[in-house]
């Protein structure tokens, strides 16, 4: 079940950029129909659960290589793992405080897989950390169905929602995000 809880806590902290990308695109962009938010959701969603993926098969492997040859690896993957949360955290945190815009216009495709691949990166970082602390796959599988899962949501209520609430919610969103990605790097080290 701890599992489970964690999955689920990765899933909505690691949305929070792309709710916020969503709200702030869909002012810039105007309404934006069915079929299009179906899409622009599928690709971010997609992107995000691969990322994390990507990330924790990259460290992962290399867990298995290093492990067999330094006596310590599990102390060190622990340190890399919470060292990864820690930078993904504070970004996220500057980022939402600093009120940095992330407004991007979803008109085009090349926008949307910009946007995507953007918000994905902390995905990427925290995959590499969760195998760092030796997630198996069976929980990497689960947190890459919760992330695609959160994500998909947070795009679909981003993009319907639009600029009203995106101005209001998108930051917080995003503080609150990085909050549990820091506490998630805590309980790695303990």
Aim: aromatic share 12%.
């Amino acid at each position: 079940m701890d599992e489970l809880i964690r999955a689920v806590l990765i899933g909505i902290s690691l949305c929070a950029d792309s709710f916020a990308v969503s709200l702030c695109s869909s002012t810039a962009s105007g309404k934006i129909d069915d079929k299009r938010i179906i899409w622009i959701t599928l690709v971010f969603a997609t992107i995000q659960a691969a990322f994390f993926a990507l990330g924790w098969l990259i460290a992962h492997y290399f867990n298995v290589f290093i492990s067999t040859k330094v006596s310590n690896f599990e102390l060190i993957a622990h340190l890399i793992g919470f060292a990864l949360l820690l930078y993904v955290s504070v970004s996220m945190f500057l980022e939402a405080i600093r009120k940095q815009d992330s407004s991007l216009r979803m008109d085009s495709i090349k926008f949307m897989f910009i946007g995507a691949v953007a918000t994905s990166i902390d995905a990427l970082a925290t995959g590499a950390s969760m195998a760092m602390d030796f997630l198996d796959w069976e929980g990497a599988k689960t947190t890459s169905f919760s992330i695609f899962s959160f994500t998909a949501l947070s795009v679909i209520a981003g993009l319907s929602l639009g600029g009203a609430l995106g101005s209001r919610y998108g930051r917080p969103a995003q503080i609150a995000g990085s909050i549990i990605l820091f506490m998630i790097g805590v309980n790695i080290l303990l």
